[in-house]
């Protein structure tokens, strides 16, 4: 991610994979200007890698981002995601449905004032998270098995 990169074409499908080498997040460019957002993993400054990487190419994330999906809680793939889910407002924001299992979300609300890492928690962040949404008017889209997330079809 250097300088500002080419968009792809309107009508082309684009997979990119952003990371370190572990904890990853994949950004699609799904046609007609739609972005999904999958996972989070931060730049040396702290911010989502996705979102520095549609800036770069002058795509505004909060205007172009339709999904924002969590595959899951861990660490190496959650960080930023609370950034993630301020930046892009409008977006919907998609997680297995165990994430809002009323158990889990005891055990997060538990643990979220403990300390747990220097680098932070992805208990902590699935928090934060689901607070920012509680906040706002959000769209919140469970996974659950044979159920479409997401559908943008170009004409």
């Not at 609370?82 to 299992?101: G, Y």
Request: one cysteine or more; hydrophobic letters at 40%.
């Amino acid at each position: 991610m250097t300088g500002t990169g080419t968009p792809p074409d309107i009508d082309e499908f684009e997979f990119t994979l952003l990371g370190p080498g572990y904890g990853e997040s994949i950004v699609l460019h799904v046609g007609g200007g739609a972005w999904v957002l999958v996972d989070s993993c931060l730049d040396e400054k702290g911010t989502p890698r996705s979102l520095r990487y549609l800036e770069n190419m002058d795509i505004d994330p909060a205007e172009s981002v339709e999904l924002i999906v969590a595959t899951h809680w861990h660490d190496d793939h959650i960080r930023g995601m609370t950034q993630m889910v301020e930046v892009c407002d409008k977006a919907t924001f998609c997680c297995s449905s165990v994430l809002r299992d009323k158990e889990f979300l005891a055990v997060i609300g538990a643990l979220e004032y403990r300390h747990l890492s220097v680098a932070g928690s992805g208990l902590r962040e699935i928090f934060n998270v689901f607070s920012r949404l509680s906040q706002v008017a959000s769209r919140l889209k469970l996974a659950l098995i044979d159920c479409l997330i997401f559908g943008n079809y170009i004409q």
